[in-house]
């Protein structure tokens, strides 16, 4: 595992996708992550538990191996954690606690929430990125990654994972934006929200300055009222959007 270029010492970094993975317009945020976790040979982990609801974690899984060995990634699983009984597995999340890269699925982010809370497996996952590991997640991937995030299923905001602070992502963002943001500054008004389109990431790789953008779309902070908009290569401040807030000695969620 590399040393941690984000601003939180010691622990590895984040990258957090608004959908549509495993593209060529992702390539640059992917190949980062890759680069931030080890390069070629890092262990990358895939969790496609939030595939499992309609049943599309086998392919959705084999997708996300097929695509990370497209980029140069020679050491690529699928783990078999797609709700919390596999997330308990002693096996499962022995292995996790190697991993270099894990990466959340898109799909059903409360069913992911639900599988992943207060697992072996996930606090496998902190104790990796703790020591340096990368943890990427696309759509309901990256959701689930703040306080809070938005379930469409019931229209309400939920208990997320805490990696990301006070942060609801919005993913798809120029399909969803319009309708969810004024939603969740009603139901969330001390968040901070942050859009970002398909095909569209950022990484908190910018050392003491903020998260970079990667990909062909944009990613916008929702702050005081106005729209922050972020395109590829530009950096977002952590004055805009926070740091990584997490103590791995005392995650427990």
Request: hydrophobic share 40%; net charge negative; aromatic share 6%.
């Amino acid at each position: 595992m590399t040393t941690a270029t984000s601003a939180v010492p010691n622990l590895g970094n984040l990258a957090i996708a608004g959908g549509a993975e495993f593209g060529d317009s992702m390539a640059a945020l992917d190949r980062r992550a890759l680069e931030l976790a080890g390069g070629a040979g890092a262990s990358v982990h895939i969790i496609p538990a939030a595939a499992a609801p309609d049943h599309n974690q086998d392919r959705a899984g084999a997708r996300g191996v097929q695509w990370f060995r497209s980029i140069g990634a020679t050491t690529v699983f699928c783990r078999a954690i797609i709700d919390r009984a596999s997330a308990d597995d002693d096996s499962e999340s022995e292995l996790l606690g190697n991993a270099d890269l894990i990466y959340l699925l898109g799909g059903f982010p409360a069913h992911l929430a639900e599988s992943l809370q207060g697992t072996r497996s996930w606090q496998a996952a902190i104790r990796a990125y703790a020591s340096g590991a990368v943890i990427a997640g696309s759509s309901a991937g990256a959701m689930v990654l703040g306080d809070l995030f938005y379930d469409p299923g019931t229209s309400t905001v939920r208990p997320g994972l805490g990696l990301i602070g006070p942060i609801i992502v919005i993913p798809h963002h120029q399909r969803t934006g319009a309708t969810w943001v004024a939603r969740l500054q009603s139901l969330a008004p001390d968040a901070r929200l942050l859009g970002l389109d398909e095909s569209t990431g950022i990484i908190d790789d910018a050392g003491t300055k903020g998260w970079t953008v990667y990909g062909g779309g944009e990613a916008v902070v929702y702050l005081d009222g106005e729209q922050h908009c972020y395109r590829s290569g530009q950096v977002i401040p952590f004055t805009r959007l926070p740091p990584p807030r997490v103590d791995p000695e005392n995650q427990t969620c």
